[in-house]
């Protein structure tokens, strides 16, 4: 997992291996006769997180699949919650705000997006939070006020406080998954939250023949790729995957059956399900577990058990090792819709923003000390008399995510939006040689260069009105421009402003 994150020892993962076979806590047992009436779930919500457009929600027409098989390791496929799931905890308007700190007496929660450890403050903490009891301690919390998912790694209650090792947050009405400038959104590795593409409480008994988006899927490391870590939708990987990883799978390949695969015989109505909803939306690999050669995960707490009270059906394990001996990965597909049946694209965006305002910065004048907001995706300075001045020349906000990062040759668009009057300014070099500088830009305005080869970014950051808080965060994405003016801007290396 990420951030040197363990995966376990043989011995803790005979635990694991017991969570995969049995119901967790407090589960139910899967009853197929309890069927609901199905009613609509809007997007964007606690029943349904993310985007009609998002990948979880959308799915492949026609896909067309890979030729590797997913080999077999330890123990048998799984499908279910328990140690190493997670759940989904709703906040409620009267819950109180609650403190995270770090893990073994350290202050500061681990931030990638921010890079930054520091203490996280929540406004509202539900009072029936539960980290999953793995090793990982993943809780995923949903505020409804702000459409934020909260996600956490290692979460756990020392003498009284709440501590974890890893937070990241992703916006509800966004994909589900990181973008190159706030490219963690959530405790996988991955970087997508826990709670996403779970098997949710509320789907099992519905009715419906399927669960109405991508699941969520490990693999163990004789599948996971060393020379491709992830691709997109993927932001991030295990931090060791190029030392670890013997197989050819990507973090962030979406997994399907083939629409030949016979599930009309699956008697187990929630095994047939799933394998239905692998035929129809598949399953992203967020993660790696160790000696699983699939595990696909299911809300703690949900009414959900494939094996029954012994704890152990040799049909339904057979059954899970005949899927993974099919599954495959979508290499490619000639369309996708949506969540509401519209096309939408199932590749890498052409135009997506790659500039983050994270930092650091350093102080050239003035008094404030400004700080990056990772909810706000912005520099913010504090209310001073004085103007204050910033700098950051390490690129450090600037995208390293394979799919995301600039082309060498393209326009790119940089475009300014702050409040209270305060400015950015990029410079934009080539070596020791500044091809490109914006000037002092204010919000709404924008600029267009050609990006470089070898290129590294300044961004300077200039305080608003005195004595008032102000902010400013910038996008940087690619735009189409006619040779000529293509030509015309990469002549132009100052705007003046």
């Known amino acids: 997992m990420f951030f040197g994150k363990s995966t376990g020892t043989s011995g803790q993962h005979l635990a694991k291996l017991v969570g995969w076979s049995m119901l967790g806590a407090g589960a139910l047992a899967f ?24 990948p979880w929600n ?15 390791s330890s123990y048998f496929p799984a499908v279910q919650g328990g140690a190493w799931s997670t759940g989904l905890f709703l906040s409620k308007t009267t819950d109180t705000p609650m403190t995270v700190y770090g893990l073994n007496g350290v202050s500061g929660v681990n931030n990638p997006d921010t890079t930054v450890a520091a203490p996280v403050t929540l406004p509202r903490w539900p009072k029936d939070t539960l980290p999953a009891t793995g090793s990982d301690g993943h809780a995923d919390i949903y505020d409804p006020v702000t459409g934020i998912v909260h996600s956490f790694w290692q979460l756990k209650q020392v003498n009284g406080k709440w501590v974890a090792a890893l937070y990241a947050w992703s916006p509800s009405k966004g994909t589900g998954w990181g973008n190159p400038a706030h490219y963690y959104h959530g405790a996988r590795a991955t970087g997508v939250p826990a709670a996403a593409g779970l098997i949710r409480a509320h789907e099992i008994n519905d009715g419906l023949a399927t669960y109405q988006h991508a699941l969520a899927m490990s693999l163990t490391y004789n599948a996971l790729s060393a020379t491709t870590p992830y691709i997109y939708p993927a932001t991030s990987s295990d931090g060791d995957a190029t030392k670890t990883n013997s197989g050819q799978i990507p973090q962030g390949a979406l997994m399907m059956l083939p629409a030949s695969y016979d599930t009309s015989k699956i008697s187990n109505l929630a095994l047939r399900k799933v394998a239905d909803t692998l035929k129809t939306y598949g399953a992203y690999v967020v993660d790696r577990n160790v000696g699983t050669p699939f595990a696909i995960y299911v809300e703690n707490g ?12 040799n049909a ?28 939408v694209s199932g590749t890498a965006p052409a135009s997506v923003n790659s500039l983050s305002m994270r930092g650091p910065w350093t102080r050239s004048s003035g008094t404030s000390t400004p700080y990056f907001d990772s909810w706000a995706q912005a520099l913010v300075f504090p209310a001073s008399p004085t103007t204050t001045v910033v700098s950051n020349a390490n690129s450090t906000g600037l995208s390293k995510i394979t799919w995301g990062k600039p082309v060498v040759g393209s326009t790119q668009k940089f475009s300014v939006i702050a409040t209270g009057g305060a400015r950015l300014k990029i410079q934009v070099y080539s070596g020791g040689t500044m091809k490109f500088q914006s000037g002092n830009m204010a919000n709404g305005e924008s600029a267009r260069f050609v990006w470089p080869s070898g290129a590294w970014i300044i961004l300077t950051g200039i305080s608003g009105t005195a004595n008032a808080v102000s902010t400013v965060r910038a996008e940087m994405a690619a735009v189409t421009e006619t040779d000529a003016t293509k030509a015309a801007l990469a002549t132009a290396t100052v705007v003046k402003k």
């Open 31 to 54: 009853n197929a006769g309890a069927q609901t009436t199905t009613t609509a779930t809007t997007f964007e919500s606690y029943q349904k997180p993310f985007s009609a457009t998002s």
């Open 58 to 72: 959308s799915r492949p027409i026609n896909p067309v699949l890979g030729t590797y098989q997913i080999p077999t």
């Open 302 to 313: 949900a009414p959900f058990n494939l094996h029954g009270s012994s704890g152990w059906n």
């Open 316 to 343: 339904v394990a057979a059954e899970l090792d005949r899927i993974r001996a099919n599954l495959r990965q979508v290499v490619s597909a000639p369309s996708w819709v949506d969540g509401n049946g519209r096309a």
